[in-house]
């Protein structure tokens, strides 16, 4: 009897556990899953809230800050169309959390996808003047991503992406950005079911790999 | 065993009783709805997004003593104690704006900033010294296409409000910088010794600037130098006045950048003729060293040493005899150098300390021989940090000294001899009230000392801003400010009181997507201006002045796409008695009206940049001894319209700009004013002389070659110009 209640209790116990981490990956599994559905700008604003609500009861965790910036990120490029300085004040809360997730994970590709992504969003405040300091920047974090991961699609999708708004005469335009996008839906084609791990890019790869096959012809 | 099991099968129905619906409304504690607030349980993941109306409900299973977290961009976190046991809990919670926030609201009176800091105001980018086409890339040739200044041709020199040229003085990271012009002959525009791209940011105050900043009446120009090289680059420039040539080597901490130039301006006077009659076009060779090494913990050590030659010579004619020419001839060293270190000491305090030496001669040999040595060696250090939420407190101090050391031979071999030397020592400190996130005052005071007057001063400085809406805010700035008389004007007597002026100064901005408009009222009293008895003799301090003024500014990067434009325009009412004036009057280099109109326009299909700025001046007074009263004439009004044109293409795979620009393009008569011989003629009158430019055009042409820089380096944009 004793045995059966210690036995009951142990169980009880492992229980809580897991209904703690399944807590996790629900919340987690549940925003990520509204995540691949939103596109305004207060509802980027709600999931980075919502993130960065999980994000602060699992300290350990670096994917909950990679959403919570990957949201803020992109609700910062709506802001622009309303004032720039949101925009940039926001940009700086995703490298705030950019920056606790890198130190939980400092060899994460994706991360640095991200590094990359933010400070193309910090180029949009004004693309003439910031492209000088920025350009570089962009290329050596997209270059680390692949380093750390060859296999991650988001890094030549972003390369291509870049390349693609970039000037003919600095080294842009369709016919060079071609090759990242080939990369990118190659390796996204090998991409399996990801779970809470990033997966977005792939639609957007398709659409301009079919934009730039386009002009090409 | 039964009971315990109908227990367990209960535990859930105890727990989903437990939940406890939190609901409220989140404003901030002036009464701002909050939209988009972050409302939490801490260690829960249970929380809610306050909708437009500030709105939030959530259910939460945590219970007994637990901590409600609010975050929300702007303001402070805030926290609150609960209880929760089930049921509804109404909040009503009030954020405080946070001080990072608070600090949106920049002083603005009498400043212009083109800083890459870009949570200020950015009026005017350190690239857009480089387009401005009247400007042939020299910073006070741009600075002059902003409001409060007098362009003055004839020098070249940056004039603020009715202030003389040496009113202006020039910092770079916070040091005095002795001659920031280059060496010239009277009615010969000198440029601003240093190249614009040795500088991140610009910050260009036409009054009531900070208790930081002494020793200069009217305007300070605050320059802040790049940190770290991005790159490694050589550089080849091949232009119309010369040559230049240039490596910088990046390394993961530190940077090194060594050039070398050597301009001479006599092909060029082949191809243009010049109204002067050169002997020997203006020539000069020199130097630079620049050196960048972080420190860890973020700080940075810079060094800058340059070093300069130049010499010209000319004739010119003479006043007596309309047939006889006067050799003239300027041989001038200057050599530049400062160091120092910016970082944080002991976590808190923002720490900067540097020195900086100067050397400078300049020889002139003409009927008569003046050699003057002037050298300054000093250094300086401030400290600053936040002190609590809402204020933040900066001081430092400075030692400068100095030496003047001059030589006079007359035509009749008369000789005479100045040595001075001053010990000079200031202090200062100021502090930035955040009152709320509208409102901001600056109180500072400055002290000063002078071995050389053997006197001193207080300078006590105040400005304030206020948020009146959205984009727009007033601001305010008043205060004193010394400045020790020239010491041209030390030579006989150095009994002389600091000169004086004082500001007031409100100012009115509105900045909006692209859009910036400034407006600026003054006004401006100078006492204890260094006044000269006729005839010469040794100064009093009993000079007095005025100046007052509308400035108006407006910038739009928004409407012609790829293109920028901006206009100023001045407004200037002035009279001062000062040096050798025989009572109140408006200075020859016053005009009382000034306009710009600034326009730059990038071609992307044609890898072009093209600038343009037209320059409106209204006519300035001038002596005409033949005629009763003092600057009594008037100039004709003077108009520019000047054109430049960047091209930008690879050379053998390496980047290349190809730059040309063109001063007064319609052909514009050009009068600075008139000099006047010293004797009659026979005829009773004094000959007279206008001063024009040295020529009716400048045209410039030059490439610019960056090797090992290909498209990969797509770090050039417009701004590598």
């Known amino acids: 009897m004793k045995n059966i209640f210690?036995?009951?209790?142990?169980?009880?116990?492992?229980?809580?556990?897991?209904?703690?981490?399944?807590?996790?990956?629900?919340?987690?599994?549940?925003?990520?899953?509204?995540?691949?559905?939103?596109?305004?700008?207060?509802?980027?604003?709600?999931?980075?809230?919502?993130?960065?609500?999980?994000?602060?009861?699992?300290?350990?965790?670096?994917?909950?800050?990679?959403?919570?910036?990957?949201?803020?990120?992109?609700?910062?490029?709506?802001?622009?169309?309303?004032?720039?300085?949101?925009?940039?004040?926001?940009?700086?809360?995703?490298?705030a959390s950019l920056d606790k997730a890198l130190e939980l994970a400092p060899q994460e590709s994706e991360l640095f996808v991200l590094q990359a992504y933010i400070l193309i969003g910090r180029l949009m405040e004004n693309p003439m003047s910031k492209g000088a300091e920025i350009t570089p920047k962009v290329f050596g974090h997209l270059g680390k991503a692949a380093a750390l991961n060859p296999d991650n699609p988001r890094a030549p999708f972003l390369q291509g992406t870049y390349t693609l708004n970039m000037p003919e005469f600095y080294g842009g335009g369709a016919e060079k950005a071609l090759p990242h996008f080939e990369k990118a839906a190659a390796l996204f084609e090998k991409e399996k079911d990801r779970g809470m791990l990033p997966h977005w890019g792939k639609e957007a790869t398709n659409h301009y790999l079919q934009q730039v096959s386009d002009t090409k012809k | 065993m039964r009971t315990f099991?109908?227990?367990?099968?209960?535990?859930?129905?105890?727990?989903?009783?437990?939940?406890?619906?939190?609901?409220?409304?989140?404003?901030?504690?002036?009464?701002?709805?909050?939209?988009?607030?972050?409302?939490?349980?801490?260690?829960?993941?249970?929380?809610?997004?306050?909708?437009?109306?500030?709105?939030?409900?959530?259910?939460?299973?945590?219970?007994?003593?637990?901590?409600?977290?609010?975050?929300?961009?702007?303001?402070?976190?805030?926290?609150?104690?609960?209880?929760?046991?089930?049921?509804?809990?109404?909040?009503?919670?009030?954020?405080?704006?946070?001080?990072?926030?608070?600090?949106?609201?920049?002083?603005?009176?009498?400043?212009?900033?083109?800083?890459?800091?870009?949570?200020?105001?950015?009026?005017?980018?350190?690239?857009?010294?480089a387009l401005t086409a009247s400007a042939t890339a020299d910073i006070a040739g741009a600075i002059a296409t902003l409001p409060g200044t007098t362009r003055n041709g004839e020098s070249g020199k940056i004039l603020v409000r009715g202030g003389a040229a040496y009113e202006t003085r020039t910092f770079i990271d916070g040091l005095y910088v002795q001659n920031p012009y280059n060496s010239s002959v009277p009615n010969v525009p000198a440029r601003n010794r240093f190249s614009p791209f040795l500088f991140k940011g610009t910050q260009f105050s036409t009054g009531g600037y900070s208790a930081e900043y002494g020793q200069a009446l009217s305007?300070?120009?605050?320059?802040?130098?790049?940190?770290?090289?991005?790159?490694?680059?050589?550089?080849?420039?091949?232009?119309?006045?010369?040559?230049?040539?240039?490596?910088?080597?990046?390394?993961?901490?530190?940077?090194?950048?060594?050039?070398?130039?050597?301009?001479?301006?006599?092909?060029?006077?082949?191809?243009?003729?010049?109204?002067?009659?050169?002997?020997?076009?203006?020539?000069?060779?020199?130097?630079?060293?620049?050196?960048?090494?972080?420190?860890?913990?973020?700080?940075?050590?810079?060094?800058?040493?340059?070093?300069?030659?130049?010499?010209?010579?000319?004739?010119?004619?003479?006043?007596?005899?309309?047939?006889?020419?006067?050799?003239?001839?300027?041989?001038?060293?200057?050599?530049y150098s400062n160091i120092s270190y910016r970082g944080i000491l002991a976590g808190k305090w923002a720490l900067f300390a540097g020195g900086a030496y100067t050397y400078n001669r300049d020889r002139v040999a003409s009927f008569f021989e003046h050699d003057e040595k002037q050298q300054s060696g000093q250094f300086r250090f401030t400290l600053a940090r936040a002190a609590g939420e809402h204020v933040k407190v900066k001081f430092g101090a400075e030692q400068l000294l100095g030496r003047f050391d001059e030589f006079y031979r007359g035509e009749d071999s008369s000789a005479y001899s100045t040595l001075r030397d001053e010990r000079y020592t200031a202090g200062f400190a100021e502090t930035d009230l955040y009152f709320s996130s509208k409102f901001v005052a600056r109180v500072g005071i400055r002290g000063e000392y002078s071995a050389l007057l053997d006197r001193g001063n207080l300078a006590p400085r105040v400005s304030a801003a206020y948020i009146l809406g959205k984009n727009e805010q007033i601001a305010f700035a008043a205060g004193q400010f010394y400045q020790t008389p020239e010491y041209q004007l030390l030579r006989y007597n150095t009994d002389l009181q600091f000169e004086r002026a004082t500001h007031y100064m409100i100012n009115y901005q509105r900045i909006r997507d692209g859009f910036t408009f400034r407006a600026e009222v003054y006004h401006k009293r100078?006492?204890?201006?260094?006044?000269?008895?006729?005839?010469?003799?040794?100064?009093?301090?009993?000079?007095?002045?005025?100046?007052?003024?509308?400035?108006?500014?407006?910038?739009?990067?928004?409407?012609?796409?790829?293109?920028?434009?901006?206009?100023?325009?001045?407004?200037?009412?002035?009279?001062?008695?000062?040096?050798?004036?025989?009572?109140?009057?408006?200075?020859?280099?016053?005009?009382?009206?000034?306009?710009?109109?600034?326009?730059?326009?990038?071609?992307?299909?044609?890898?072009?940049?093209?600038?343009?700025?037209?320059?409106?001046?209204?006519?300035?007074?001038y002596n005409d001894p033949n005629r009763p009263g003092f600057n009594q004439m008037r100039t004709p009004a003077y108009h520019d319209l000047s054109i430049n044109a960047s091209y930008l293409t690879n050379l053998w795979g390496n980047f290349t700009i190809l730059y040309v620009s063109a001063t007064n393009l319609p052909g514009f008569e050009q009068v600075y004013g008139y000099q006047f011989g010293e004797e009659a003629g026979a005829d009773g009158t004094f000959p007279s002389r206008a001063i024009?430019?040295?020529?009716?055009?400048?045209?410039?042409?030059?490439?610019?070659?960056?090797?090992?820089?290909?498209?990969?380096?797509?770090?050039?944009?417009?701004?590598?110009?």
């Open chain 2, 219 to 335: 305007s300070a120009l605050i320059l802040h130098t790049e940190d770290l090289a991005p790159s490694t680059t050589t550089g080849l420039s091949l232009m119309s006045v010369g040559e230049g040539l240039s490596h910088t080597q990046r390394w993961e901490r530190s940077s090194l950048a060594v050039s070398g130039s050597y301009t001479n301006l006599s092909p060029y006077f082949l191809l243009v003729p010049q109204q002067i009659d050169w002997l020997s076009a203006p020539q000069s060779g020199g130097g630079e060293i620049i050196f960048r090494q972080q420190t860890r913990g973020d700080g940075i050590f810079k060094t800058y040493v340059s070093g300069t030659r130049s010499w010209m010579e000319m004739r010119y004619p003479s006043f007596d005899d309309p047939q006889e020419t006067l050799p003239l001839r300027l041989r001038a060293g200057n050599l």
């Open chain 2, 526 to 621: 100078y006492a204890q201006l260094a006044k000269t008895p006729p005839g010469g003799g040794p100064a009093s301090s009993n000079g007095r002045g005025y100046a007052s003024g509308l400035d108006l500014f407006f910038r739009d990067l928004k409407t012609i796409r790829n293109g920028d434009y901006w206009i100023s325009y001045s407004y200037l009412d002035t009279k001062r008695d000062y040096r050798d004036f025989p009572g109140l009057a408006t200075p020859t280099f016053a005009a009382r009206h000034n306009a710009s109109i600034v326009y730059k326009q990038w071609f992307p299909g044609l890898n072009t940049a093209f600038g343009a700025t037209y320059s409106f001046q209204s006519p300035r007074p």
């Open chain 2, 692 to 721: 024009t430019p040295p020529a009716r055009h400048f045209l410039f042409v030059g490439l610019f070659i960056n090797f090992g820089k290909r498209y990969r380096a797509s770090e050039t944009t417009k701004e590598d110009l």
């Open chain 1, 6 to 95: 210690l036995a009951f209790i142990l169980a009880a116990f492992s229980g809580a556990v897991s209904a703690q981490s399944n807590q996790y990956t629900d919340a987690m599994n549940k925003a990520i899953a509204r995540l691949d559905t939103v596109r305004t700008l207060p509802e980027y604003q709600e999931l980075a809230n919502t993130f960065s609500r999980i994000a602060a009861a699992e300290p350990k965790e670096w994917l909950p800050l990679y959403y919570t910036s990957f949201c803020h990120l992109n609700a910062a490029f709506p802001l622009y169309r309303e004032e720039a300085s949101k925009a940039l004040q926001t940009l700086d809360l995703a490298q």
């Open chain 2, 5 to 129: 099991l109908f227990l367990l099968l209960l535990l859930p129905a105890i727990f989903s009783s437990a939940q406890t619906r939190l609901e409220g409304d989140v404003l901030s504690t002036r009464g701002d709805t909050l939209f988009g607030a972050n409302i939490w349980i801490v260690g829960s993941y249970d929380g809610a997004t306050s909708d437009l109306h500030g709105s939030f409900s959530f259910e939460t299973a945590a219970k007994g003593a637990q901590t409600l977290l609010i975050t929300y961009l702007g303001c402070d976190t805030f926290r609150q104690a609960l209880s929760l046991n089930g049921g509804l809990l109404a909040l009503h919670p009030r954020l405080k704006e946070s001080a990072s926030a608070l600090q949106e609201v920049v002083i603005s009176a009498g400043s212009f900033e083109a800083a890459s800091d870009r949570r200020r105001a950015v009026v005017l980018r350190p690239v857009d010294i």
